[in-house]
Nanobody, 126 residues
Framework: QVQLVESGGGLVHTGGSLRLSCAAS????????IGWFRQAPGKEREFVAA????????YDTDSTKGRFTCSRDNAKNTVYLQMNSLNPEDTAVYYCAARFGPRAGGLNTPEDYSYWGQGTQVTVSS
């Protein structure tokens, strides 16, 4: 079982920045890919970025457009999502999710992940 806790959400103005954290309680954290998703009211949950267990990150370029950076610290069992140049379209609940890395499959749909955090609200005001 993997437990995930997001933090770092809040209210910012357009153009501001936030850094989200996802802390995981699992002994083999380095074996898990951690994904970030977001869900705005009335919309489906959408992929934002993922920190791969094998190294490196992947992004949904349409939503992030080079503004978001995903990183991880395996010593702290934590993945971060640095979000810059935020705009009101980024307003959503942000979730992190975990999947066992060596398992076959994709990274960019909710169905690819087995464990989810409770989410953290990000609100960007105009």
């Amino acid at each position: 079982q993997v437990q995930l806790v997001e933090s770092g959400g809040g209210l910012v103005h357009t153009g501001g920045s936030l850094r989200l954290s996802c802390a995981a309680s699992v002994r083999t954290f380095s074996s898990y890919t951690i994904g970030w998703f977001r869900q705005a009211p009335g919309k489906e949950r959408e992929f934002v970025a993922a920190s791969k267990w094998s190294g490196g990150s992947t992004y949904d370029t349409d939503s992030t457009k080079g503004r978001f950076t995903c990183s991880r610290d395996n010593a702290k069992n934590t993945v971060y999502l640095q979000m810059n140049s935020l705009n009101p379209e980024d307003t959503a609940v942000y979730y992190c999710a975990a999947r066992f890395g060596p398992r076959a499959g994709g990274l960019n749909t909710p169905e690819d992940y087995s464990y989810w955090g409770q989410g953290t609200q990000v609100t960007v005001s105009s």
